[in-house]
């Protein structure tokens, strides 16, 4: 009976816990939102880069779902405490201020990692850097700038190459996962996302889901394909487990 009782209440502890982590960029105040597995132990960690709406569920829900998979997950804030668009037009202005200065975007990116490797548990020497839309494009100049990662996700992100940015060897290794009928990512940026791939010597990966267009993980883009963003049940799924298969080969 005891026995009994010890199995149906280790079945019901969380396989998680997540909960808000405060951090800062110089004197900058960041809110971002830390993921971890129930297990004890040194385990992996990722940071979650936000889509340009800012950080919200849906990068909460990423970062709790990596961590049922045994990752400590990190969700960053690169706008700063407080700061949320209300508006695609707010959004547009706040993800065009990083991607105009990436200089900036990557120390907000180097915060966030330095905060992740803090924690306890976290094994910092098997890090990863994934990110939506606008934290697509993050997560390829995390690699980029050769911060201290194993390995860089982007989901449906800006492959658009910096017009001052000279390609030098990457150490990290890159997935994109791309929505082949993504509107907003011209064909002239994945060509030129390539042609730098290629001159950086990258172990890369570059995957392009059928009938998929831009922020295909979300499903608050709605289902309509004629805006140029809406969620797919297909690439969302095969993304999520490309993932998986790329964590497993760099951890």
Partial sequence: MRRA??????AVLPAFSGEPLAYQEGPTKLAGYLARPAAQGKMPGV???H??????DHERKVSDDLAKLGYVALAVDVYGEGVRPKTGG?????????????ALYRRRLAAGLEALKAQKGVDSSRLAVIGFCFGGTGALEAARAGLPVKGVVSFHGG???PADFAPGPLSAKVLVCHGADDPFVPAKDVAAFQDEMRKSKADYVFVGYAGAVHAFTQKEAGNDNSKGAAYNEAAHRRSWDHMKAFFAEIF
Avoid at 5 to 10: I, N
């Fill in 47 to 49: 940071l979650v880069i």
């Fill in 90 to 102: 707010e959004a547009g202005k706040l993800a065009g201020q990083f991607k105009g200065d990436r």
């Fill in 5 to 10: 009782v010890l199995a149906l209440s280790l």
């Fill in 51 to 56: 889509q340009w709406m800012g950080l919200t």
């Fill in 159 to 161: 492959l658009d190459v």
